[in-house]
């Protein structure tokens, strides 16, 4: 059947933001031709971001192995044999050192991953402590740490976290597939507390776990359907690691990643699209094309919690390669957030008013100049 998504149609996706999916449009979308595909993403891309703009995060893991999930991709879980060194909680003067070196290397972001079902009161004024300090040195914080009851989200949110990453990781229907210990409803329960929370939103999946496209439409549809989309959207390729149930898997087809990453690109057209983990094994040209189909966002750094990560010096050499640049936290403001500095720097430039209007004074921003 001829795919119902006209193949020079981006109206739809540049004007408004969608909830309402259907999985045969994502599908259909799926089957376009891929250099139609790529327009529709790359257009869509430009009219909400700067096309040469990359957002950088760095990974750090505060706590490592012995995770009582099964995910069957994890190196991290404890069901599996996979030599993975593990590490309790780490200090706090650690995540700052690496935060402070993050930073100096141009991250904007610091992401803090522990491998546990759910904090655990004891561990939460350290978790809490984390983001404070490292969002004093004036770096974006996010954390994954598995499922979050409403009270640790707020306290979280009350610690100054920016972002909480819990990824849906594929369809419902092939969820049970990949992990048994937590349902996909707990994930979307997790979701909501952290949006209830005023956090913002880091979910994305992971392709290559044997899924089917139609999984993969699935994931997107989920994602795409919820009430606000994500802020940000990894996109992950599986990276098979030894030991787990997972380490012989087939490899997903390369064009079928970025083909899902330009089908997210559309669906979410404001959201930060992540090129995530398995990005160390994808060549130049590869990592180049899911840029151009609206990939905007990586981690940078050494290791991606267990895995190796592309070499810091690899993406600097690639960006400068491509004429991509970092996006610096300056650039990556809201437009509501440039016009609120606007009309500060108008209103401080007015003359003093010549009396004082108690009614008013509470609004005004006189008061301040
Ligand atoms: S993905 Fe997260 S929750 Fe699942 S086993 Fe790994 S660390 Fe645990």
Redesign the pocket.
């Given at each position: 059947m001829a795919p119902s998504v006209r193949s020079n149609d981006v109206s739809n996706n540049t004007d408004t933001i969608r909830h309402n999916w259907r999985k045969q449009e994502i599908e259909a979308l799926f089957a376009l031709p891929f250099n139609d595909l790529m327009f529709q993403a790359q257009t869509v891309h430009r009219a909400n971001h700067n096309p040469n703009a990359v957002q950088m995060s760095t990974l750090l893991s505060i706590k490592t192995g012995a995770?009582?999930?099964?995910?069957k991709?994890?190196?991290?879980?404890g069901?599996y044999n996979t030599e993975l060194e593990k590490e309790k909680l780490i200090e706090v003067e650690k995540v700052l050192q690496e935060a402070r070196t993050a930073k100096e290397k141009g991250s904007t972001r610091f992401c803090m991953?522990a491998?546990?079902?759910s904090p655990t009161k004891k561990d939460m004024p350290y978790v809490l402590k984390m983001v404070n300090e490292v969002k004093s040195m004036g770096m974006e914080t996010c954390m994954?740490l598995?499922m979050l009851s409403p009270e640790q989200a707020e306290s979280l949110a009350d610690a100054g976290l920016d972002y909480y990453n819990h990824n849906l990781d594929t369809s419902p229907e092939y969820y049970n597939s990949i992990?048994t210990t937590?349902s996909y409803q707990d994930r979307l329960d997790t979701l909501k507390h952290v949006r209830e929370s005023g956090m913002k939103v880091c979910a994305g999946g992971i392709l290559g776990l044997g899924e089917s496209r139609e999984d993969r439409a699935g994931l997107l549809m989920q994602l795409a359907n919820l009430e606000h989309h994500p802020e940000s959207v990894p996109v992950n390729m599986l990276v098979k690691i030894k030991g787990t149930p997972l380490e012989a898997e087939e490899e997903l087809e390369s064009f079928e990643f970025i083909r899902t990453i330009a089908v997210a690109r559309i669906m979410m057209p404001e959201s930060f699209v992540r090129l995530s983990a398995g990005r160390e094994a994808m060549n130049e040209q590869m990592q180049s094309l899911c840029f151009l189909a609206g990939a905007n966002s990586i981690f940078y750094g050494e290791r991606l919690l267990t895995t190796e990560n592309v070499e810091e010096d690899n993406d600097v050499v690639l960006f400068e390669k491509l004429g991509i640049v970092p996006l610096t936290l300056e650039t990556n403001r809201s437009d509501s957030e440039e016009e609120a500095e606007l009309m500060e720097e108008v209103q401080a430039n007015q003359p003093k008013p010549l009396y004082y209007d108690a009614m008013t004074a509470n609004k005004s921003s006189f008061e301040n100049a």
């Open positions: 995770c009582p999930e099964d995910c991709y994890c190196s991290q879980s069901h991953g491998a546990w079902r994954t598995g992990i937590r």
